[in-house]
């Protein structure tokens, strides 16, 4: 379990050489993307569910072609992963929060999202709720998507492989702002993303199997292991609803163009996806 305290005992800087540094006595960590390599970290504990916050302050200014990645993820070719990123974008055009769900090394389940805020300004709180009847995904505490297990009807859900928390800052122009039209301009760089905060309520995996559930929660949260059974109650459905009715800019459900023989079977079971 992390506690924010300190990302020295937390997490390994992964690749970037100094680009990824841990800073303020290990308080804070920051990655930077210059023209020649971007930068990474990953937790040192695989979880098998949970509830991660992390607090982030993306890059500022002219961000475009940039993405930082911050997600859970198993490891080989039918990994599970749940994905938030974070697509830059040119001075004084707002960020996209795209998410996803892999299952089994499928994902094809994007919803992308503007905020209601900058990003850039100050430190917002982003955090993944995995138990095992849903995925919600938050934003200073409001959910902005919730994924349900279906796996009763046969549609994969992460449920048996340990994940680790990763973080990454990388060049993406190639896609990441208006489909690639918009290019990484070098002038602007180095590009730096900053963290604090990590917490990670979680069951810590040990040799693949789940164990030790932590039970310290971050002052925010109102109870103690409430992840496991979270749901969305009345208040909660009505802030999904705000959010996707003014802030959703792209649904895969939605996309009939994309999936001309019909839309996925999770879309037909439920109006939160």
């Known amino acids: 379990m992390a506690t924010g305290d300190n990302f020295y005992q937390d997490v ?25 390599s971007g930068s990474g970290f990953r937790s040192k504990r ?15 200014g002219d ?6 990645a911050y ?3 198993s490891e080989g070719p039918y990994h599970d992963e749940i ?7 040119s001075s004084g055009e707002p960020y996209i929060v795209h998410t996803n769900v892999y299952t089994q ?25 995995w138990n095992p009847k849903r995925i919600i995904f938050l934003v200073d505490n409001i959910p902005i998507r919730e994924y349900n297990n279906e796996e009763a009807i046969g549609i994969p ?54 164990t030790n559930c932590g039970s310290k929660m971050s002052k925010s949260i109102p109870t ?3 992840w496991q059974t979270q749901g969305l109650d009345a208040n909660g459905r009505r802030f999904l609803r705000w959010v996707q009715k003014y802030y959703m800019i792209y649904n895969y459900c939605a996309d009939l163009k994309r999936f001309p023989k019909g839309r996925p079977r999770e879309c037909r079971r439920s109006r939160f996806l």
């Open 157 to 210: 859900f992460p449920s048996k492989q340990p994940m680790r928390v990763y973080s990454s800052l990388w060049d993406a122009d190639q896609w990441a702002t208006r489909g690639g039209l918009v290019k990484t301009n070098w002038s602007n760089a180095p590009f730096t993303a900053y963290y604090r905060n990590f917490n990670a309520n979680a069951c810590v995996s040990s040799l693949g199997s789940s």
């Open 12 to 36: 390994d800087l992964t690749w970037g050489d100094y680009r990824a540094k841990i800073l303020d006595g290990g308080k804070s960590l920051s990655l930077t993307l210059d023209k020649t």
């Open 105 to 129: 090394g499928k994902g094809n389940r994007e919803q992308q999202f503007y905020l209601w805020f900058d990003p850039t300004k100050k430190f917002h709180t982003y955090s993944i709720v």
């Open 224 to 226: 103690n292991n409430g």
């Open 83 to 89: 994905d938030f990123e974070f697509l830059g974008n």
């Open 63 to 68: 961000s475009a072609g940039t993405v930082t």
């Open 46 to 60: 695989e979880y098998l569910f949970g509830r991660i916050d992390m607090e982030l302050k993306l890059v500022s």
């Open 71 to 73: 997600y859970l993820s």
